[in-house]
C-alpha cells in the first residue's frame, strides 16, 4: 500500500488504509458474532477528527463501528489535534478539542443517537512545557468540558530513527518528562483533580517510572500497553524487545497511581502484519498475537489497574470494532465475574469518574 502525506504533502511514514478502502476491506469479513453480548463494556480511549492524512471519524462513524453486537454502555474521548481554535493566544488553541467533543456528547446525551453515553469523558491536551502558566489552559478546559473533563494526554512518543518517527503524531524532544519546567507544568494537574495519560514508546518507559514515583499523588494512565515497537529497527527482534518491555512493566506496576490500557496493539507501528492482509483477521488470530502484551499486564497490575480499550479508528488498520473486542473477550475467558467487570468497565468507570454500568 501506499504510504499517505499529511497536510503538508509530505509522507508520514505510516502505512495504512484510508476511509473507503479500509471499510471495502473490512467488508471482506463478515461482522462476528459478539461473544457474552450482555458484558457491558466501557470503551475508554478512541478519537474524532478531521484531517488530510487521516480522513474523517465523527459520531456517526463511530456509532457505526460500535453497531449492535457488544454491549457499549460509554466511551472516552482521547485528544488528537482536533479542531483547535484558529484565533486567540496559542496556548488557549487547544480548549477547541474540548468544545469539540463537548458538542458530540451533548448529541449523545439527547439519547436521539442510541443508548451509548459518548464521550462521557474527555481527555484533552495541554502544553507542559508552558510550566506552571499551563494552569490558565487546564481551568478554561475544565470550564469547556461542561463536566466532562477528565484530564490530559502530552505524548512523548520519540524515537532517532525515521521510520519509527513517522508513527509520532508530535515532534518532542527525547526525554521530554525530566525537563524541569514540563513537570512544572505536570504539577498543576493534580491539584485540579485532573489524571494524566502517558503515550510513549517502550524504550522510554524508563522516563515513565520516574515520573510515576516523582509523582505519585497524580492519577497515570499508561497508553497501549506501554507503546511497543515492532518497526524500524525493532523489526524482527520482538522476543528481545518484548523482554525489556516486560521488565520495565513490571517495574511501573509497582507504583500505584499508574493505571494501563490493555490495547493499541492493532497500531502498525507494533509490527503485526494484519493491515498488510488481503482479508482482515478473525478474533482468534488476534487474540493469539495480543496476548503476549496483555495478560503480562494484567498479571502485573491487576484488573483493577486495568482496562481494555478500541484505540479507535487507529487500531481499525488491524480489523473490526466487533472482532476487537471479542478477541478481548478471548484472552479474558479465564477471569472471574468480577474481573471481567474490572477489565471491561470497572476500572474505566473508577480511574475517569463515569457511570457504572
Not at 495541554?126 to 473533563?149: H, N
Amino acid at each position: 500500500m501506499p504510504q499517505p502525506k499529511d497536510s503538508t504533502g509530505t509522507y508520514t511514514g505510516i502505512v495504512y488504509r484510508k476511509d473507503a478502502d479500509l471499510k471495502a476491506w473490512l467488508a471482506k469479513r463478515p461482522r462476528e458474532a459478539a461473544l457474552e453480548p450482555d458484558l457491558p463494556i466501557i470503551d475508554p480511549h478512541h478519537h474524532f477528527w478531521d484531517t488530510p492524512a487521516r480522513g474523517t471519524y465523527f459520531l456517526q462513524d463511530l456509532l457505526a463501528d460500535i453497531g449492535t453486537e457488544h454491549k457499549i454502555v460509554a466511551t472516552v474521548f482521547l485528544e488528537c489535534q482536533a479542531m483547535y481554535r484558529k484565533d486567540g493566544p496559542p496556548e488557549l488553541a487547544p480548549v477547541g478539542e474540548i468544545e469539540f467533543v463537548n458538542g458530540i456528547a451533548a448529541m449523545s446525551a439527547s439519547g436521539n443517537y442510541g443508548p451509548c453515553r459518548v464521550a462521557e469523558g474527555i481527555i484533552g491536551w495541554a502544553d507542559l512545557a508552558l510550566g506552571s502558566r499551563v494552569k490558565e489552559t487546564l481551568e478554561a478546559e475544565i470550564a469547556a468540558g461542561g463536566g466532562r473533563f477528565r484530564g490530559i494526554r502530552y505524548g512523548v512518543a520519540w524515537d532517532a530513527d525515521p521510520v519509527v518517527g513517522g508513527h509520532a503524531s508530535r515532534r518532542v524532544p527525547q526525554h521530554a518528562v525530566m525537563d524541569k519546567t514540563w513537570r512544572e507544568g505536570f504539577k498543576q494537574l493534580a491539584p485540579l483533580g485532573l489524571s494524566f495519560e502517558s503515550w510513549q514508546y517502550h524504550p522510554q518507559l524508563p522516563d515513565a517510572i520516574d515520573l510515576a514515583h516523582s509523582f505519585p499523588d497524580t492519577t497515570i494512565i499508561l497508553n497501549h500497553v506501554g507503546g511497543v515497537l515492532g518497526v524500524g529497527p525493532y523489526r524482527g527482534k520482538r522476543s528481545e524487545e518484548h523482554a525489556k518491555w516486560l521488565a520495565n512493566i513490571k517495574e511501573l506496576a509497582k507504583c500505584p497511581n499508574v493505571n494501563v490500557k490493555l490495547g493499541g496493539v492493532g497500531m502498525t507501528s507494533f509490527g503485526f502484519d494484519f493491515h498488510e492482509r488481503d482479508t482482515p483477521p478473525g478474533s482468534e488470530d488476534l487474540a493469539a498475537a495480543w496476548r503476549m502484551y496483555i495478560e503480562p499486564c494484567i498479571e502485573a497490575f491487576g484488573p483493577d489497574r486495568c482496562m481494555f480499550e478500541s484505540n479507535f479508528p487507529p487500531d481499525k488498520q488491524s480489523g473490526g470494532y466487533t472482532e476487537l473486542w471479542n478477541a478481548f473477550k478471548r484472552i479474558a475467558s479465564g477471569a472471574s465475574t468480577s474481573e471481567k467487570t474490572a477489565l471491561f468497565s470497572g476500572t474505566a468507570a473508577r480511574v475517569y469518574r463515569l457511570t457504572k454500568p
